[in-house]
């Protein structure tokens, strides 16, 4: 396998040019110029209503079709007929759960991860509207010495799978804990209980808006029915993408479309109203950039150089953190401290102990050194954090840096120096 290359890499993003140390990734990428050039040549040359048959109306429907086409790639639907856009992961979510209000029961069960709020919400409140019971598949402490040492079992999971249960709703990876969920066996392992204890129907919603940028997506693989990921997480601008199995959009999904549109079966059916069709052609173009990192032209390849730089770069990081030294400062890891690929480079932590750090001080101190960004709080997992063991002050939450395969070692190397200063006060 061949390596990144790092300057070609940087030099696809117009942002990276300024030197400034992007290390609030998990909060949103940074736009690559493949993007940034369909987007403007969009609203340049094809900006006109969709559907018409004049020639620009022609180019632009196509246009917006290999957003499709992208997103079918991304996920790797089985169709392209699977797949949409809309404003965010949050509101595609939201949406999804609506359209289920017709084919869920009083007393079905819903077994959902604590983790960002969009892929609990919609579901909390689709249970409330219909009656159903919502279970929870909560994180336990993997390392004695720090109870923030949160990571998901999967047997946790199997064991609340009842004939009731109807909804599953779990996250690729967390945008706290930088964990990777192996999904496809968690999946595999809920079908089996599920088909052992009698649940009729079970549908699967993963969100992939933290995992989307570090590898790769296989809807088919892992068997699931209902995927989001945020395409300004994944070096695109500001909308989302979903997958719909054709099986739960045939027998599922009530449409929340006009009455009058034919969408039997069709991702419309949850798509209400114009995509942003400016973006969604920019997404188109997140697939070349993606494609250009290796030249085996090809996205597992791409994935795989990703992920092997990103280990990289969260080594250095990580044992900096998690270092005895540290450990005694009060530094504790908001999540494993494994270094391998069960995780991301997200990386959280909290400062405790005989001098505590807020989370908020940590990154002020570094805005006024300047040069990198960073954040605290609890990034829309309140739950997570709210009742992370022990529990960790909501308004301060954790400090985060997450990082991607456009930064560098040296800039972490620079990170973890600002790190060094701040916890020697
Ligand atoms: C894991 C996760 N899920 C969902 C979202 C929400 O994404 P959006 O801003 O597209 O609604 C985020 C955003 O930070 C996220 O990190």
């Avoid at 009731?164 to 968690?186: D, H, M, Q, Y």
């Avoid at 101190?365 to 605290?376: L, T």
Wanted: aromatic residues 8%; hydrophobic residues 40%.
């Amino acid at each position: 396998m061949v390596g990144l290359d790092i300057d070609k890499v940087r030099a696809s993003f117009p942002s990276l040019r300024s030197g400034y140390i992007y290390a609030d990734n998990a909060g949103g990428s940074q736009t690559a110029q493949e993007v940034i050039n369909r987007i403007v040549d969009y609203l340049s040359n094809t900006n006109v209503q969709l559907g018409a048959d004049y020639s620009v109306g022609v180019q632009s429907s196509q246009r917006v079709a290999d957003g499709s086409v992208a997103a079918a790639l991304l996920f790797n639907a089985a169709s392209v007929d699977e797949v949409g856009y809309g404003p965010s992961s949050t509101m595609l979510f939201e949406n999804i759960a609506r359209a289920l209000d017709n084919d869920i029961k009083s007393g079905d069960e819903f077994i959902i991860t604590e983790e960002h709020e969009a892929n609990n919400g919609p579901w909390k409140r689709l249970a409330e509207r219909r009656g159903a019971i919502v279970k929870y598949w909560r994180p336990v402490p993997a390392e004695e010495k720090n109870p923030y040492s949160l990571t998901y079992k999967t047997e946790d999971l199997v064991s609340i799978v009842t004939s009731k249960t109807r909804i599953v709703a779990i996250s690729g990876c967390s945008n706290i804990l930088g964990t990777i969920n192996p999904v496809e066996a968690s999946v595999k392992a809920v079908r089996q209980r599920a088909k052992e204890v009698g649940a009729p129907k079970v549908e699967v919603s993963v969100d992939c808006v933290a995992y989307a940028p570090h590898r790769k997506i296989d809807v088919q693989k892992w068997d699931i029915d209902y995927c989001v990921f945020a395409v300004y997480k994944i070096y695109g601008a500001h909308n989302a993408a979903f997958y719909i199995r054709s099986s739960a959009l045939e027998s599922s999904i009530t449409s929340i479309a006009h009455h009058f549109l034919q969408v039997d079966g069709k991702p419309y059916k949850i798509q209400v109203g114009g995509p942003g069709y400016e973006l969604v052609h920019g997404a188109s173009g997140v697939v070349p950039y993606l494609l250009s990192l290796t030249p085996e032209n090809n996205l597992d390849a791409s994935f795989a150089a990703i992920a092997e730089h990103e280990q990289s770069l969260l080594d250095p990081l990580l044992s900096f953190l998690k270092d005895e030294k540290q450990y005694d400062r009060g530094v504790r890891v908001v999540g494993t401290s494994e270094i391998d690929l069960s995780r991301v480079p997200t990386v959280s932590f909290t400062v405790i102990g005989q001098k505590p750090i807020k989370s908020k001080d940590v990154v002020a101190a570094f805005d006024k050194k300047g040069g990198i960004g960073i954040r605290y709080g609890h990034f829309y997992a309140y739950s997570l954090i709210a009742n992370a063991i022990p529990k960790l002050d909501i308004n301060d939450g954790v400090v985060r840096i997450s990082l991607v395969h456009y930064n560098t070692v040296e800039e972490v190397n620079k990170i973890v120096e600002t790190l060094k200063e701040v916890l020697a006060q």
